[in-house]
């Protein structure tokens, strides 16, 4: 058990190294340039050469922050991405509710960002930490509902159910409008561009992690992407098949995270007013009256 997990996490981070070479690749291309391509064959060797700049560079002791409270911050970051891992069904272990684990590792990944925000001692970080906890509350109601309203399809509240019944038929090909509702939680979740009101540069400089360098911003960074990989292989299971194939798997998951890297480099920034609308007066609503459809038809029986 101890094995797989350290293999789990060694593939996560390497993950994470070349996602964000992916991204800027992608990013490259949207704008009709080539993206790293020096380090090594076609730049393959750029995210570790970014990884050693971040770690080498002098480790700051600044005097104005909380102390001990502004180093674990990051740490708890990365704690947290990483427990979030331990629920994919990687593991042989029988955990039954492991997306109701997952959701509790969500909940909590909004008390390291203000922790962050309010330790640095910053208005800057400080206004990207609240903005974050609004927009983490704000989407983690709906993402919950409309998750749930899918189980009921499946009839278990794990992973293991939804790639049962992913073996007969993808849940992609008939439930297609609630992948793109999902969709657009998830990126505001995640605080990605058109909703990344968090590290908003033209009015926070960088939010919440304004304050932070070296390896310090590299822990925030490996969370985030972590984080971004981890929900883009939930999208995979839940819509388009399983991992019994590893290969096409790896594939599947790469395109759902260009497609959220796609939307960074096509579309603007929106203003935080219609961000708070969109979840309280769309997503909220169209989230209920799923759930409460769904709950209708299985306490009919239909699913049966």
């Known amino acids: 058990m101890l094995l797989m997990m350290i293999i789990v996490y060694l593939c996560v981070f390497l993950s994470v190294a070349f996602v964000t070479l ?6 490259g291309y949207v704008h009709l340039r080539k993206g790293p391509n020096k380090v090594a064959f076609i730049g393959l060797g750029q995210p570790f050469a970014d990884a050693g ?54 909940a909590i990944g909004v008390y390291p960002l ?9 208005k800057y970080s ?34 293991e159910g939804v790639l049962g019944v992913s073996v007969y038929v993808s849940l992609g ?11 657009i939680m998830l990126i505001a979740e995640l605080g990605r561009t058109p909703f990344d009101f968090i590290e908003g540069e033209s009015e926070l400089v960088s939010g919440f992690n304004v ?11 490996i969370a985030e992407y972590g984080n971004i990989i981890f929900m883009s292989s939930v999208m995979m299971m839940f819509f388009f098949g399983g991992v019994y194939n590893f290969i096409d798997s790896v594939l599947r998951i790469c395109l759902l995270s260009c497609l959220i890297i796609f939307v960074r480099g096509e579309l ?3 203003r935080y007013d219609k961000l708070m609308a969109l979840a309280w007066e769309v997503c909220l609503p169209l989230s209920l009256s799923l759930f409460g459809i769904f709950m209708l038809i299985f306490s009919l029986g239909l699913f049966t």
């Open 22 to 27: 992916l991204e800027r690749k992608c990013l």
């Open 114 to 122: 203000i922790v962050a925000g309010w330790s640095s001692n910053s």
């Open 53 to 106: 700049k971040l770690f080498m560079k002098e480790f700051m002791l600044l005097s104005k922050t909380a102390g001990l409270v502004y180093y674990i911050s990051p740490m708890l970051m990365l704690l947290i991405m990483m427990c979030i891992w331990m629920s994919y069904p990687f593991y042989d272990i029988d955990f039954s509710f492991n997306i109701f684990f997952f959701f509790c590792c969500v």
């Open 173 to 183: 090909y008939l439930l297609w409008p609630i992948f793109f509702l999902l969709l």
């Open 268 to 270: 603007p920034r929106t």
């Open 211 to 221: 304050e932070f360098g070296s390896g310090l911003f590299a822990l925030i960074f």
């Open 126 to 159: 400080i206004l990207g930490s609240m903005r974050a906890v609004a927009q983490a509350v704000s989407y983690e109601v709906s993402l919950i509902l409309v998750v749930l309203s899918m189980l009921m399809l499946v009839g278990l509240y794990c992973y």
